[in-house]
């Protein structure tokens, strides 16, 4: 199976720590180990909304964390305009 060489601006959101994408199949599989088994959940494509919902959803811990820093970089972001 060919392997495609990351390029492009880096990753900003806090998700890609609990994802992992595979750029050949498109897809991101959550890595967030719940006792001794990975969740494994496959989301089509790379949107963050899709994978903050995942985590929203199945992974409340996470989401606090992940939502606290999207949300402040979002106020940030408005602040610069």
């Given at each position: 199976m060919a392997m495609k060489i990351n390029v492009g601006r880096p990753k900003g959101s806090l998700c890609w720590e609990y994802f992992q994408y595979d750029q050949v199949a498109e897809v991101c599989k959550c890595l967030i180990t719940v006792g001794d088994t990975e969740c494994g959940k496959i989301i089509k494509g790379k949107n963050t909304t899709n994978l903050k919902r995942h985590l929203e959803v199945m992974h409340k811990p996470e989401?606090?964390?992940?939502g606290a820093f999207d949300v402040s970089n979002e106020h940030f972001a408005l602040r610069a305009l």
């Open positions: 989401y606090q964390k992940v």
